[in-house]
């Protein structure tokens, strides 16, 4: 459905707001960081793991996930190479 030739003559009298000026971006884009990206890149070959958490372990880590729009698994890997990288006799 459309506005029809009298209404697209209203909106153009009116001196209305154009479609660019209603859907242009009310934030400044932000450039992109130098934050290593979180996730497995793509092509990497996977081997699943499968573990059990305690339960407050578990809420902290939905929490985060949640607060952080990403994936659990995402946070665990992150986690995982970041105490390996610390912890690892190199």
Do not use: W
């Amino acid at each position: 459905m459309g506005l029809g030739d009298r209404g697209k003559r209203r909106v153009k009298l009116d001196g209305s707001p154009t479609v660019d000026d209603l859907f242009k971006p009310t934030e400044a884009v932000q450039p992109e960081t130098t934050e290593k990206k979180i996730g497995r890149p793509k092509g990497e070959p996977v081997k699943p793991k499968t573990f059990t958490l305690p339960l407050e372990l578990n809420q902290r880590l939905r929490r985060f996930a949640f607060e952080h729009e990403c994936k659990e698994v995402d946070v665990v890997r992150a986690s995982l190479e970041a105490y390996l990288d610390t912890h690892e006799e190199k």
